[in-house]
């Protein structure tokens, strides 16, 4: 059974960074490629960044490129995401998803419409 749990959220100042972290269990990790999505209230799911099953590739949405950096450790079967310079318009909850295809990746982000198993999500709040 795949469990994906999303860890690390809190309030921030604007500014300020923040390391999120999923935990991985259930599946065989590495080789799927996993992504990140926020949701803020009134608003759909976004995907932000992705990283291909080998760690070689990775997407970003522009909204975040230069500020937010993806990783996975296949070993510790945990994904992240370190956010700098965090915006007011960050603020979201965020979730971590694993790809439903062995060794697939995108051209461009994916939609949610895609992923099959979420995490419960770990809420982000950066105050202005």
């Known amino acids: 059974q795949v469990q994906l749990v999303e860890s690390g959220g809190d309030s921030v100042q604007a500014g300020g960074s923040l390391k999120l972290s999923c935990a991985a269990s259930g599946f065989s990790f590495g080789d799927y490629a996993m992504c990140w999505f926020r949701q803020a209230p009134g608003k759909k799911r976004e995907g932000i960044t992705c990283?291909?099953?080998?760690?070689?590739?990775?997407l970003y949405a522009d909204s975040v490129k230069g500020r937010f950096t993806v990783s996975r450790d296949d070993v510790k079967k945990t994904f992240h995401v370190e956010m700098n310079n965090l915006k007011p318009d960050d603020s979201a909850m965020y979730y971590c998803?694993?790809?439903?295809?062995?060794?697939?990746?995108?051209?461009?982000?994916?939609?949610?419409?895609?992923?099959?198993?979420w995490g419960q999500g770990t809420q982000v709040t950066v105050d202005s």
């Open positions: 990283i291909n099953a080998r760690g070689t590739n990775t």
């Open positions: 998803a694993a790809a439903s295809r062995k060794r697939h990746f995108w051209t461009e982000l994916p939609d949610d419409s895609a992923f099959r198993d």
